[in-house]
């Protein structure tokens, strides 16, 4: 459909064009189109990173122009708007029972779910691993080779329109319960530890040189981070508040796996 995108920004500008039906088949277009992989909400381009932000009117549209229904899956019953993925044999991905993943959201094949969940816009790349009770939140992007540990949060960012989705690169680990939202941007083969919690204001200080370095929203290739505290003064006192402490770089190896064994063993890191 080749004016879906104008079809889409009108009806974004004038809500009263959902009713037209032409307007519906071009939100449905496009929800197919993400759930394909045809799609991406956010894709890179030159090393950057660029949102797309007329598929996330989309989404947002394809729920008012969906009515309720009762949708069944085997012994269990939904009542919800946006229906379930199906047919993942033929996508080569592996779908553990009481895993979940809308319709609308993009799984490459190789992927393996454990009794996880996937949001509509969501991307996740081949031979990624999204384990249990992992969530990855609306339109956010997980690379290739890519490790969601149990219990991990993934934001997903659907608005602000204009927002960066949280963005985890190829082969990189994501401890357990680690939670990662507003937009983070996580690089190749990091790994992140146990229990890191980074938003989008969470100081991110790199302690391996002789300065710190800080930076926010955004773990640099490689990096190997731990949860941890930093002081603020507040009227009461000085207290901790967490932070993210990458304390080494993940060593080079054609091998990820051992890389990331030895990142693991190196810095005595839980996940």
């Excluded at 949102?51 to 009117?57: D, E, S």
């Excluded at 549209?61 to 009762?70: A, G, I, R």
């Excluded at 990458?246 to 063993?265: F, M, P, V, W």
Aim: charged share 20%.
């Amino acid at each position: 459909m080749n004016n879906a995108q104008q079809l889409i920004e009108s009806a974004w500008e004038n809500r009263e064009l959902i009713k037209n039906s032409t307007t519906v088949k071009a939100i449905d277009y496009v929800i197919e189109e993400l759930d394909k992989g045809r799609l991406r909400i956010c894709t890179k381009q030159n090393d950057q990173w660029q949102v797309h932000t007329w598929l996330k009117k989309a989404v947002i549209l394809y729920f008012p122009v969906k009515q309720m229904e009762t949708i069944e899956h085997g012994p269990f019953e939904f009542h919800d708007k946006i229906p379930l993925k199906k047919d993942f044999a033929a996508q080569q991905v592996r779908v553990v029972p009481q895993a979940l993943a809308r319709y609308g959201s993009h799984l490459e094949p190789g992927v393996v779910m454990m009794p996880s969940y996937v949001n509509i816009g969501a991307y996740v790349g081949a031979n990624s691993m999204v384990d249990t009770w992992a969530t990855v939140g609306s339109c956010a992007q997980i690379g290739q080779h890519v490790h969601l540990s149990g219990g991990v949060g993934i934001g997903g960012v659907l608005e602000p329109l204009q927002a960066q989705p949280v963005i985890v690169e190829d082969h990189a680990f994501i401890g357990s319960r680690a939670i990662l939202v507003e937009g983070v941007h996580v690089g190749e083969e990091a790994v992140i530890g146990a229990n890191v919690t980074i938003t989008g204001s969470t100081k991110i200080i790199d302690v391996s040189g002789d300065q710190p370095k800080e930076y926010k929203g955004y773990i640099p290739p490689k990096s190997v981070v731990i949860p941890g505290s930093t002081s603020k003064t507040f009227p009461a006192g000085n207290f901790g508040i967490p932070c993210a402490l990458i304390i080494g770089q993940r060593k080079a190896s054609t091998d990820k796996k051992t890389s990331l064994n030895d990142a693991l063993r190196d810095f005595n890191l839980s996940v």
